[in-house]
Structures are given as structure tokens and as C-alpha cells.
């Protein structure tokens, strides 16, 4: 292991054992629960980007392109709130290599957070006292691409293979930037692929992961595709600043089926340790 990735790992095994052992000095489970805005993505500085891993149907024989990169340009940040935002881009394509075509579909690329492991185990996010994802994102590439684009959230749950996952819905057509709140309660429950016939509930108390998925395959979209991130947390109702997208026809998105979206090798890629 890396002198640079030890000392991160050390960093973390602190940062757990001071916040529980904060925790227990503070009696927090005797306190009302902590409602305040909590931020799950964001980059603090250049190196940050390092904290999370890419992906995309070339890695397999496909032929799209993907990029992930911390972005300061002054032009495109400009409406952010932050001088440092994170730049999602690449190719869509639909094509895969020509000893791969009926064997393997193409068109994917996704993104995730690397998992946290400490000495005492792994780092995870309890948001299992807030009500929806605030995203703040800017659309760009092509607007063909505009509603294949998921959200993907991994707790530490029995199943592995447990993928929670939301299609996301911008309002923006211009290239700037909006918030999008999505209902953590309306997030699928996916498997391998294919969405799980019986429902159950987030485990809120232990979110392990964050991603974006831009899935072409699934609606035949190609192109470049151009997402840029600021930030996402976990809010509350005070905090919702516009209506929040449901499973539901409603005045600010489009409704949204239950049906599978995730392709096993997106999900592959997102239960993945590296």
C-alpha cells in the first residue's frame, strides 16, 4: 500500500474511532437526532478526485469513452457555488467490437465513490435522518442524453449485489446549474440487473456508496454526454427548495416507471471494492 493511501487510511481509522468516541462521551442516542444538511459528495481540493473510481462498457469491448476529472474552469463553474466541481464526460456509444457484437451490449458509463475501509471497519454515511438527495448538477453534451442519466446509492447490506438506484430529471435545457431533491424512499431496489419483486426499506444507517450512471443501452441514446457535479447531501424538508421528483406524474418531472434499468455490469462495477 502507498505511503499517500496508508496515511488516508490512517486519517479515516481516527476520524471513526473520534466520532464514535463522540458519540458515546455526548450520549448522542439520548439527543434529538441531527436533521442538518449532510454532504455525501463534493471536492474539497484536486486530490479528491482520487476518492472515486470510473467506468464505462469499454472496459468489456465496448466502444464509449468516459472521464472524470476535478474541474476549475471559471466558465462552467459559474453558477456552482463552488470554484471546484467534479466533470463527468465522455462518448456514449451504442457499437461494441465487432468479435463482441451479440455477446455483450454497449452503451454505459458510470462513477462511484471508492469505499472507505478503517482499522475498525468500513466508513458509511447515516442518513437514515433525512428525507431526500439534493443533488446540484449542470447537463450538458448532448440533449439525447438528457434522461438516461441514474443516481446509485450502495449500503452495507446482507446482499452484495443490492444496488438502490433513481433516475435523474433536469429542468435546465441551457447548461446551468439546478438542484434536483429525490425522496430517498423512492429509490428502486435493484439485483444483478433486474429490479427485486419485493420491495424493502433502505438501510439509511449505512450508505457505503454514491454514484451516477449514464445508461444509452437502455433507451438507444449515443453521443457526448457532459455532466458536471457540485455537490449531493442528504436534506430535509427546510431544505427542499423546489418540488422534488416522484414516482408520479407531477408538474416538474416526467413519471417514472418501476422497470430494470441497470445493466449487470453497470452494477458489477458498482458493488466493486477497487
Same mark, same amino acid.
Given at each position: 500500500?502507498?505511503?499517500?493511501?496508508?496515511?488516508?487510511?490512517?486519517?479515516?481509522?481516527?476520524? !471513526? *474511532?473520534?466520532?464514535?468516541?463522540?458519540?458515546?462521551?455526548?450520549?448522542?442516542?439520548?439527543?434529538?437526532?441531527?436533521?442538518?444538511?449532510?454532504?455525501?459528495?463534493?471536492?474539497?481540493? %484536486?486530490? &479528491?478526485?482520487?476518492?472515486?473510481? =470510473?467506468?464505462?462498457?469499454?472496459?468489456?469491448?465496448?466502444?464509449?469513452?468516459?472521464?472524470?476529472?476535478?474541474?476549475?474552469?471559471?466558465?462552467?463553474?459559474? +453558477?456552482? +457555488?463552488?470554484?471546484?466541481?467534479?466533470?463527468?464526460?465522455?462518448?456514449?456509444?451504442?457499437?461494441?467490437?465487432?468479435?463482441?457484437?451479440?455477446?455483450? @451490449?454497449?452503451?454505459?458509463?458510470?462513477?462511484?465513490?471508492?469505499? @472507505?475501509?478503517?482499522?475498525?471497519?468500513?466508513?458509511? &454515511?447515516?442518513? =437514515?435522518?433525512?428525507?431526500?438527495?439534493?443533488?446540484?448538477?449542470?447537463?450538458?453534451?448532448?440533449? %439525447?442524453?438528457? #434522461?438516461?442519466?441514474?443516481? #446509485?446509492?450502495?449500503?452495507?447490506?446482507?446482499?452484495?449485489? &443490492? !444496488?438502490?438506484?433513481?433516475? *435523474?430529471?433536469?429542468?435546465?435545457?441551457?447548461?446551468?446549474?439546478?438542484? $434536483?431533491? $429525490?425522496?430517498?424512499?423512492?429509490?428502486?431496489?435493484?439485483?444483478?440487473?433486474?429490479?427485486? =419483486?419485493?420491495?424493502?426499506?433502505?438501510? %439509511?444507517?449505512?450508505?457505503?456508496? $454514491?454514484?451516477?450512471? *449514464? *445508461?444509452? +443501452?437502455?433507451?438507444?441514446?449515443?453521443?457526448?454526454?457532459?455532466? +458536471?457535479?457540485?455537490?449531493? @447531501?442528504?436534506?430535509?424538508?427546510?431544505?427542499?427548495?423546489?418540488?422534488?421528483?416522484?414516482?408520479?406524474?407531477?408538474?416538474?418531472?416526467?413519471?417514472?416507471?418501476?422497470?430494470?434499468?441497470?445493466?449487470?455490469?453497470?452494477?458489477?462495477?458498482?458493488?466493486? =471494492?477497487?
Amino acid at each position: 500500500m502507498a505511503l499517500s493511501n496508508f496515511g488516508i487510511y490512517l486519517q479515516r481509522s481516527t476520524k !471513526l *474511532l473520534r466520532d464514535n468516541s463522540v458519540k458515546i462521551l455526548r450520549m448522542e442516542g439520548a439527543n434529538m437526532p441531527n436533521h442538518a444538511p449532510m454532504t455525501l459528495l463534493s471536492l474539497q481540493n %484536486r486530490e &479528491d478526485i482520487s476518492h472515486f473510481a =470510473s467506468g464505462c462498457d469499454a472496459d468489456i469491448g465496448g466502444t464509449s469513452s468516459v472521464r472524470l476529472d476535478a474541474d476549475e474552469d471559471a466558465e462552467r463553474n459559474a +453558477g456552482s +457555488g463552488s470554484p471546484l466541481t467534479m466533470r463527468f464526460w465522455g462518448e456514449m456509444n451504442l457499437t461494441v467490437k465487432p468479435q463482441l457484437q451479440g455477446r455483450i @451490449r454497449g452503451g454505459y458509463a458510470g462513477f462511484r465513490s471508492k469505499p @472507505r475501509p478503517t482499522l475498525f471497519g468500513e466508513l458509511t &454515511d447515516d442518513v =437514515s435522518n433525512h428525507k431526500y438527495l439534493a443533488l446540484r448538477m449542470r447537463l450538458g453534451g448532448s440533449p %439525447r442524453t438528457r #434522461n438516461s442519466y441514474f443516481v #446509485n446509492l450502495q449500503t452495507d447490506g446482507p446482499i452484495t449485489t &443490492d !444496488l438502490w438506484q433513481h433516475r *435523474l430529471y433536469f429542468q435546465r435545457n441551457d447548461g446551468g446549474w439546478e438542484d $434536483i431533491f $429525490i425522496p430517498l424512499e423512492n429509490f428502486v431496489l435493484t439485483n444483478t440487473g433486474e429490479m427485486v =419483486s419485493e420491495q424493502i426499506e433502505m438501510l %439509511r444507517e449505512r450508505v457505503r456508496t $454514491i454514484g451516477i450512471s *449514464l *445508461l444509452g +443501452g437502455n433507451s438507444g441514446v449515443s453521443g457526448p454526454y457532459d455532466l +458536471g457535479i457540485a455537490s449531493v @447531501r442528504a436534506v430535509n424538508e427546510e431544505d427542499v427548495t423546489k418540488p422534488p421528483c416522484m414516482f408520479a406524474t407531477t408538474s416538474s418531472c416526467t413519471p417514472v416507471t418501476h422497470q430494470s434499468v441497470v445493466e449487470k455490469d453497470v452494477q458489477n462495477f458498482h458493488r466493486s =471494492s477497487v
